[in-house]
C-alpha cells in the first residue's frame, strides 16, 4: 500500500509517496509543466521508481486556482442579480484605501456593468418570497447572456442565504437550456449574509469552475492511464481533502490547497510529538506563511481575499508576505536596506544558480555566510555558485556603503528577512492575544528551517520542530490529510432560548446533510464522521462576529453567552458583559476518519562524525559542525553552531541551542538557560 501526496506549484512539483507498513518516506522534486501537469507527477514518480498501479491513495493540491485569479485568466463571467441590485459588485464595501486621495482609481469590478444583469424576484430577508422567480425575465436575460462573451454564469439573488429556492430554480432552468455554461449560486458557493462579499466570491468560483473541472478530469484520465484505479482527492484551502466532483463544483475552495498542506501537516506532526501548541513558518522562493495553531487546530477565517477582491470562504488564516529564498535585496531612494517583496523567481533566479541573475536574493546571503553547501544541488535540481552570488552582493554593498564587507551586507540581508518574518508571526500571535513565547515553531519550506533560530530568538521562544522532509512537507499535508466537509447557516438571532433552540434545529440539519455527504461523496461510513461546531457571535450593534468554538451546544443560553464573553476578551482584551448579544450564524465542519501516517524512528547506532564549516554571525566567522540528517541516530545531540543538511532543506542551528532526533523523525531544537 502506497499513499502520494502531489503538490503542484508554478516552479516546481513535489512528490511525497509514504508506505504505511514500513513508515517509509521518499520525495521528489520536478519542475512543474504547466502546459501537461501530469507529465511532472509522472516524472516524480520515475525519479522514485514507484508505479501507479501500486498506490492506494493519492491527494493532490494545486496553485491553479490562485495563479489564474491573480492573472485574470478566468472565464468571463455574467451575474444574474436581484432587480435593482446590479452594482453590488461595482460599489463593494466603500472602502478606500487612501481616504484622503482626490486621485483615487476604483478597482475594476468582477464584471463589467454589461455582463451584470437583473431580474424580477426577491426574498425577504426572513426567507419568505416578496416577489415570486420572473421566469420569462430569466428567459430574456439569457438570450442576451448567450450572444455575449460569456463562458460562465453567476447567481447571486439576495437573501438566498436565507432561502435559496430562488437560486437553484434558475440554476436548474439554465442548466437544462444552456449546457455549454457553467453555473454557480452564492447560496452554494457562501450561504452567508452579506451580499458583496457573497456576491464576489461567487463570480470568483464561477470564473475558474469550468477550466478547473476539466483539468481535474483530465489529470484523472492521464492517472488512470498510467494505472491508477483509486478515486482521486483534492485538498481545499481548510486544510481537509474533497473529491474530484465536490472541487470542480466549488473550486475556489482550493485557493490556498498549498499553503493549507503545510498546516495540516504540522497539526498532525506536531501532535504525534505531543505539542498542541505551533506556530508554523513556510518560507519558499517568493513568500512566507505563517499560521497559528492553538490546541492543535489551525485558526481560521473567512475574510480572505484574492487579488483584491474577497474570498468569502472557510479557510485556514495564513498570514503571507513576500520574503523568501528569491526575494530580491535592493536600496530604496533614501539610501536605506531592503528586502522583498520582488522576488527573483525561477528564471533568472537568485544570482548563485548562475542563470544570470544580477540582483542578490536571501539565497544569495545564506551561501556567502556559510548556511549553504556550495557544493550541493538546492532541492537536488542546482547547485549554487559562489563568484555570482558574491558580486551581486558586492554590487549593492558599493551602492549602500564603499567599505561595506560583501559578508557583512549578506548577513544584514538575512537579519531584515527575520525582522519582517518575525512581524508576520506576531501578526497572528501578539495581535491576536496569543504570547508566541507558549508554542513552539515549525518551519518547513526550503528556506524555512534556515531562519528558525533566529526567529525564535527575536520571539523568545524556546523550542522548535523540524519536521521530516521539510522541503516537501506541503505535499506530505496531503497525505495527512482526512476528508472534510465545512457547512455554515446564517441565523441571526438573539442568544436567548428562542435563538439556542433555532440554532440547535439547524445544527441537527446539518449534521444529518454532513453524513449523507460523507458518506456519498468520500466513502466515509456514518459512525465514522466527527464533528467540530463553533457559533460566530457578536454584541448587538457590531458588523463582525467572532467564532466561538463549542464541543456541542450548551443546554442554557448563558452557557453560551458566557463562552463569547471568554473569546471575545481573549481577543481583544476588553469586555461589555451588560450588552445584549446576537447569533450570527453557525459553521459545522465534517471529518471523515483520520489516516494513519507513521514515521520512523530514527536508527540505533554509533553516533556520526560531523565536518566542520564556518558561517557567519554577528560575532563574525565561526566554526561550526555540519551534519546529515539522515545519519543522525538516536541520542545524538547536537550543540550550536551547527548546519543540519538534507534533501531539499538546511537547517541552521544557532549558538544557545541544541538539538536531537525525536522518536518520530523530528528534529527538535531547544533553547538553552540564558
Not at 252 to 270: C, K, Q, R
Not at 328 to 343: C, K, N, Q, Y
Not at 516 to 530: A, H, I, N, W, Y
Request: net charge negative.
Amino acid at each position: 500500500m502506497l499513499c502520494i501526496g502531489v503538490d503542484i506549484g508554478g516552479t516546481f512539483t513535489d512528490v511525497i509517496v509514504h508506505q504505511p507498513r514500513t513508515a517509509r518516506l521518499a520525495e521528489a522534486k520536478t519542475l512543474s509543466t504547466p502546459a501537461d501537469p501530469a507529465a511532472a507527477i509522472l516524472d516524480g514518480l520515475a525519479k522514485l521508481g514507484v508505479s501507479l498501479a501500486g498506490v492506494d491513495r493519492f491527494v493532490h493540491g494545486t496553485t491553479r486556482v490562485t495563479n489564474a485569479l491573480l492573472e485574470g485568466a478566468g472565464e468571463p463571467v455574467a451575474v444574474i442579480t436581484t432587480e435593482g441590485f446590479r452594482d453590488v459588485l461595482e460599489m463593494g464595501l466603500g472602502h478606500r484605501p487612501r481616504l484622503y486621495s482626490v486621485k483615487e482609481a476604483a478597482r475594476p469590478a468582477l464584471a463589467p456593468r454589461r455582463m451584470r444583469h437583473t431580474i424580477r424576484e426577491r426574498t425577504a430577508a426572513d426567507g419568505t418570497i416578496a416577489v415570486p422567480l420572473d421566469v420569462d425575465d430569466l428567459d430574456q436575460v439569457m438570450i442576451e447572456i448567450s450572444a455575449g462573451p460569456a463562458r460562465a454564469v453567476a447567481v447571486c439573488f439576495l437573501h438566498s442565504y436565507r432561502n435559496p429556492d430562488h437560486e437553484r430554480a434558475a440554476a436548474e432552468w439554465i442548466g437544462k437550456r444552456y449546457p455549454a455554461l457553467t453555473c454557480s449560486v452564492s447560496s452554494d458557493v457562501v450561504p452567508e449574509h452579506g451580499e458583496y462579499e457573497r456576491f464576489a466570491t461567487t463570480v470568483l468560483n464561477a470564473s475558474v469552475r469550468g477550466p478547473i473541472s476539466d483539468y481535474l478530469s483530465g489529470l484523472g484520465d492521464t492517472l488512470a492511464a498510467n494505472g491508477y484505479r483509486e478515486s482521486l482527492a483534492i485538498m481545499t484551502s481548510s486544510g481537509g481533502v474533497v473529491s474530484t466532483g465536490q472541487a470542480g463544483r466549488l473550486p475556489i475552495n482550493l485557493a490556498l490547497s498549498g499553503p493549507a498542506g503545510g498546516v495540516a501537516a504540522s497539526a498532525y506532526v506536531a501532535g504525534l510529538a505531543g505539542f498542541d501548541n505551533v506556530i508554523t513558518c513556510d518560507i519558499g522562493g517568493t513568500s512566507t506563511d505563517v499560521c497559528l495553531i492553538k490546541d492543535g487546530m489551525p485558526l481560521m477565517t473567512n475574510h480572505g481575499t484574492i487579488a483584491g477582491h474577497p474570498n468569502r470562504t472557510f479557510q485556514i488564516e495564513i498570514n503571507t508576505i513576500g520574503a523568501g529564498g528569491g526575494s530580491i535585496a535592493w536600496r530604496d531612494v533614501g539610501g536605506e536596506l531592503r528586502v522583498g517583496p520582488r522576488s527573483a523567481g525561477s528564471t533568472p533566479g537568485p544570482a548563485c544558480y548562475g542563470r544570470g541573475g544580477q540582483e542578490p536574493t536571501t539565497t544569495d546571503a545564506h551561501l556567502l555566510v556559510g548556511h549553504l553547501d556550495p557544493d550541493g544541488p538546492l532541492g537536488g535540481e542546482v547547485t549554487p555558485r559562489l563568484a555570482p552570488a558574491r558580486a551581486a552582493v558586492a554590487a549593492l554593498a558599493a551602492r549602500l556603503d564603499g567599505d561595506l564587507a560583501d559578508v557583512a551586507l549578506a548577513h544584514g540581508i538575512l537579519r531584515l528577512a527575520t525582522v519582517k518574518m518575525t512581524s508576520a508571526i506576531k501578526e497572528i500571535s501578539v495581535a491576536r492575544g496569543h504570547d508566541p513565547r507558549d508554542f513552539v515553531l515549525m518551519p518547513f519550506g526550503g528556506a524555512g528551517p534556515m531562519h528558525a533560530t533566529a526567529l525564535a530568538d527575536e520571539l523568545g521562544i524556546v523550542r522548535i520542530l523540524v519536521p521530516p522532509v521539510p522541503g516537501n512537507f506541503s505535499a506530505l499535508g496531503f497525505v495527512t490529510a482526512q476528508a472534510r466537509h465545512d457547512y455554515v447557516r446564517t441565523v441571526l438571532v438573539d442568544a436567548d432560548a428562542d435563538g439556542l433552540r433555532t440554532v440547535r434545529t439547524l445544527v441537527e440539519d446539518l449534521r444529518d446533510v454532513a453524513r449523507d455527504q460523507l458518506t456519498s461523496d468520500d466513502g466515509v461510513e456514518p459512525d465514522q464522521v466527527t464533528f467540530r461546531l463553533t457559533v460566530g457571535m457578536r454584541f448587538r450593534g457590531q458588523s463582525f462576529d467572532l467564532p466561538v468554538p463549542v464541543d456541542d451546544l450548551p443546554d442554557e443560553p448563558a452557557d453560551l453567552v458566557a463562552a463569547f464573553h471568554t473569546a471575545y476578551a481573549q481577543r481583544y482584551a476588553y469586555l461589555r458583559t451588560d450588552h445584549p448579544v446576537e447569533i450570527v450564524n453557525c459553521r459545522l465542519t465534517a471529518f471523515g476518519p483520520q489516516p494513519e501516517v507513521r514515521f520512523a524512528a530514527p536508527p540505533d547506532g554509533p553516533a556520526p562524525v560531523p565536518t566542520t564549516t564556518r558561517i557567519y554571525g554577528a560575532a563574525g566567522w565561526t566554526e561550526a559542525t555540519v551534519w546529515q540528517r539522515s545519519t543522525l541516530t538516536a541520542g545524538v545531540e547536537i550543540t550550536g553552531p551547527a548546519v543540519v543538511r538534507e534533501t531539499g532543506s538546511t537547517t541552521v542551528i544557532g549558538p544557545g541551542w541544541r538539538g536531537r532526533v525525536d522518536g518520530h523523525g523530528n528534529l527538535l531544537l531547544e533553547r538553552s538557560r540564558r
